[in-house]
Nanobody
Framework: QVQLVESGGGSVQAGGSLRLSCISS????????MAWFRQAPGKEREGVAT???????KYASAVKGRFTISRASPRRTLYLQMNSLKPEDTATYYC???????????????????WGQGTQVTVSS
């Protein structure tokens, strides 16, 4: 069983930056497809970014160029660097892991079998 714990959320003004972290209980996490999702009140959970076992990354169009996903395998940690934040980025952000076979995709939450508890990000205008 893999446990994921997010941290780093908070409140920031538009244009500011935050870095989210997600630490895993499993040492083999570097082989997994990892992702960040977010969910705003009244909206469905949506994919933000993914990183596969080879380090290949993908981003949602809404965050491309502003957010960067990365991982530090020896520390079993996944990161999301968020720059130029906008009020529409306000949401609860979730870390997720997919221990299954490729592809590594954020197309559906059902691909991911491990989830963190979420961390709140609030961006004010």
């Amino acid at each position: 069983q893999v446990q994921l714990v997010e941290s780093g959320g908070g409140s920031v003004q538009a244009g500011g930056s935050l870095r989210l972290s997600c630490i895993s209980s499993a040492y083999g996490i570097s082989r997994y497809c990892m992702a960040w999702f977010r969910q705003a009140p009244g909206k469905e959970r949506e994919g933000v970014a993914t990183i596969d076992g080879n380090g290949f990354t993908k981003y949602a169009s809404a965050v491309k160029g502003r957010f960067t996903i990365s991982r530090a395998s020896p520390r079993r940690t996944l990161y999301l660097q968020m720059n130029s934040l906008k009020p529409e980025d306000t949401a609860t952000y979730y870390c997720a892991a997919d221990s299954g076979q490729p592809p590594c995709t954020m197309a559906a939450t059902s691909h991911f079998n491990y989830w963190g508890q979420g961390t709140q990000v609030t961006v004010s205008s």
